[in-house]
């Protein structure tokens, strides 16, 4: 079955810090993979994606995320951490057809 | 570009009254458009796929009769919460995707609706 897992329910980073946040998919086949971003009473944005070729994605507002089909993960990275990254994350599958499969999502505090 | 209106962002009303919400793509045509309803710290749930001119397709668990999709035209598409009672408080989120583009890409999201039932 198609699952999606943030391990980390709640990080806390300092700005400036560098930022990794984790997703592990389950998917039976080649899995297209988002990372979006929630702010308060808000709707989602999408921060990037990854459907196939280079397993290194850029996003927007600095972020990257690493596919590693190996180790069945999508991580979310970025090497400096402003207060206004403060937010809910969201890792998503997207089956081919309509459904997406989305992580329990990680909450980032950012301390000044 | 790809910009999804939510209406409205939040209402507040008592028990047994039906609310209607509305997603609308503004700047693109929408086949496809998605209800997720998400609970406190947790993450969204699908409800159900609505797609123009058809019956919407729920997810198991969803009652059809409780929550009336209506997707009439390309650009919108209505979730209507009937007899609602406290256990429907929840932030309702529709996404859309656009027409004509492979259903791998990304959906666009609403900014949400809250929904309060006294």
């Known amino acids: 079955a198609q699952s999606v897992t943030q391990p980390d329910i709640h990080i806390t980073v300092s700005e400036g810090a560098s930022l990794e946040l984790r997703c592990n998919y389950s998917y039976g086949a080649t899995p297209y993979l988002f990372w979006y971003v929630q702010s308060p009473g808000q709707g989602l944005q999408l921060l990037l994606k990854y459907f196939s070729g280079d397993t290194l994605v850029q996003g927007i507002k600095g972020f990257e995320a690493e596919f590693k089909r190996s180790q069945s993960s999508f991580n979310l990275r970025k090497p400096s951490v402003h207060w206004s990254d403060a937010a809910e994350y969201f890792c998503a599958v997207g089956a081919f057809g309509n459904q997406f499969y989305f992580g329990t999502g990680t909450s980032l505090t950012v301390i000044p | 570009g790809a910009v999804v209106s939510q209406h409205p962002s939040w209402v507040i009303c008592k028990s047994g009254t039906s609310v209607k919400i509305e997603c609308r793509s503004l700047?693109?045509?929408?086949?496809?458009m998605f209800w997720y309803r998400q609970f406190p710290k947790q993450s969204l749930m699908l409800m159900a796929t609505?797609?123009?001119?058809?019956?919407?397709?729920?997810e198991q668990g969803v009652e059809k009769d409780k929550f009336l999709i209506n997707h009439a035209s390309l650009t919108l598409s209505t979730l209507t919460v009937t007899s609602a009672h406290p256990e429907d408080s929840s932030f309702y989120i529709c996404?859309?995707?656009?027409?004509?583009?492979?259903?791998?890409?990304?959906?666009?999201f609403g900014d949400g609706t809250r929904l309060s039932i006294l």
């Open positions: 996404s859309a995707r656009e027409a004509g583009i492979a259903s791998n890409q990304p959906q666009h």
């Open positions: 609505s797609n123009e001119g058809s019956k919407a397709t729920y």
């Open positions: 700047d693109f045509q929408a086949t496809t």
